[in-house]
């Protein structure tokens, strides 16, 4: 049995954490970025001799699309900045008060910013743990001397430049194995298919679907890899107790991406972002804990500000599907039924390819592609009907029931999956609740004072037409691209 650690014991045996090496190898087509960190042990600490200090090594690798070299200036902030980011992964085992960084500085701004990305970008691990910390005294950032001394010596600046690099009119639109990306791709592909690369860090199988069904089009859409190599000792680390949970993958994705649109010279970086993404789980010590924090519409601009600021001023981040809820990106995705047998949304089932079909993201996906997807094809598609799984009823009322705490996964709005439910009722020809499938029939019991005459919905309701103009960006980036789902509800 593992002996889980705890934060405070943690803090105190380990009393700093290093960012210590930058390593880039370039040659005619890779850009290989590693990053070496540490965790130190506190000599002054009890028992101090029986423990060691850790060290990391954390990889990304990048296809150029040229073999000359990129113009370190114009690629390094990109570079120090994804470091600093990827440092969550390995920091938030021991959660060591002190981050040392002896690669670049942080001015105060850039301190705070990531300071709030640590801190609510792991609201879901501050809650697991049940760490009972305020985000001012989450940790503090430190310069070593030496670094301080390096920088005096060669007279340089204390902060990564800007990029020069020069921008085209082009998107690179992240696809993972699910269904909101795919829509952003059969929606995008009519009018930018020119203009348009997919992109994806360590592909899923699902993902690879897509990227071959892309290049086999007429429009031979083309994309792009990055490989993302995690120390395997952060696995020893879990297996040994230390702290373990959900970190911001968003933010760092968008950090590899901003890396990638700059060797690439491709202005826009097109997400896949929904607005359901903004609502919170659950509320813990003050702290709105929200799984889905660096995917929300807060986080989107707070990224881009940085961007824009720091690495390159007219490098575009945004979400496209910002304006529409969950529930409406499946009413779209219902419509390219040749993507059904393609998309995965299965995290549990991903390495496997299949759905799991025992995870609340199993089951959301169900819920909301239920109404508009249709019986049969759910079937085909999951294996199994959800709705007759019993197994599933926990996880269904923390679906459906804004009183408990959401799943921590990433799933829509209490709102939008008590509509798709009503909705659902339609593909059953039910004369009473018994007609029902066990999921159906508890949802009729549990939320309907009335019983099932109740449940009646119009297929046209306000939330599958309107478009949510006031908490997006529409105003944020060309028109031309937000049009293509101004479009769909017209």
């Not at 989450?138 to 204390?158: M, R, V």
Request: include cysteine; hydrophobic fraction near 40%; glycine fraction near 4%.
């Amino acid at each position: 049995m593992i002996h889980k650690k705890n934060f405070t014991d943690l803090r105190t045996q380990y009393s700093k954490f290093s960012f210590d090496e930058i390593n880039i190898i370039e040659s005619d087509n890779i850009l290989h970025i590693s990053y070496v960190y540490k965790i130190h042990v506190n000599e002054e600490a009890e028992n101090s001799e029986s423990v060691e200090d850790i060290n990391f090594t954390h990889s990304i690798i990048v296809n150029k699309k040229t073999s000359e070299n990129l113009p370190a200036e114009d690629i390094s902030a990109a570079i120090f900045y994804l470091g600093v980011a990827e440092m969550v992964n390995y920091w938030k085992i021991s959660c060591a008060k002190i981050i040392e960084i002896n690669t670049g500085f942080l001015d105060t701004y850039q301190e705070n910013w990531f300071k709030n990305l640590f801190y609510n970008g792991l609201g879901e691990f501050i809650y697991i743990n049940n760490i009972v910390v305020s985000e001012k005294d989450f940790f503090e950032f430190h310069y070593s001397e030496k670094l301080k001394q390096d920088c005096k010596d060669a007279n340089g600046s204390k902060f990564a430049p800007l990029s020069n690099i020069l921008l085209s009119e082009t998107i690179l639109l992240p696809v993972g194995g699910g269904k909101d990306s795919i829509v952003s791709y059969e929606l995008l592909k009519p009018e930018f298919s020119k203009a348009l690369t997919l992109f994806s860090v360590n592909p899923i199988e699902a993902t690879k679907r897509l990227f071959k069904k892309a290049e086999e089009s007429e429009e031979n859409i083309q994309n792009i890899q990055v490989q993302r190599i995690l120390d395997k000792k952060i696995v020893h680390c879990n297996g040994d107790g230390f702290l373990n949970g959900h970190v911001p993958f968003s933010a760092l994705l968008g950090f590899i991406t901003v890396l990638t649109s700059l060797v690439h010279g491709k202005k826009y970086i097109l997400l896949s972002n929904e607005s359901s993404a903004n609502e919170e789980n659950v509320i813990f010590e003050g702290l709105k804990v929200n799984h889905q924090f660096s995917k929300s519409l807060k986080f989107e601009d707070d990224f881009r500000s940085f961007v824009n600021k720091y690495i390159h001023p007219y490098l575009e981040y945004i979400s496209f599907l910002r304006p529409l809820s969950e529930i409406q990106i499946g009413k779209i995705f219902a419509e390219f039924p040749e993507n059904f047998p393609i998309f995965k949304s299965c995290n549990s089932g991903s390495k496997k390819d299949i759905w799991c079909n025992a995870c609340p993201k199993c089951l959301f996906a169900y819920i909301i592609l239920f109404p508009f997807v249709g019986k049969e094809n759910m079937l085909t598609i999951f294996g199994q009907d959800l709705f007759e799984n019993s197994d599933m009823q926990e996880m269904f009322h923390d679906l459906v029931d804004e009183s408990r705490v959401k799943p921590f996964e990433c799933v829509g709005t209490y709102s939008e999956v008590n509509l798709a439910l009503r909705m659902s009722f339609y593909q059953y020809n039910a004369e009473s609740i018994k007609d029902f499938p066990i999921l159906l029939q508890e949802y009729i019991a549990t939320y309907s004072n009335d019983g099932f005459e109740e449940l009646d919905v119009l297929e046209n309701s306000e939330e599958l037409t309107k478009i949510d103009e006031e908490n997006n960006n529409l105003d944020k980036i060309p028109s031309k691209f937000f049009d293509v789902i101004k479009r769909e509800f017209e």
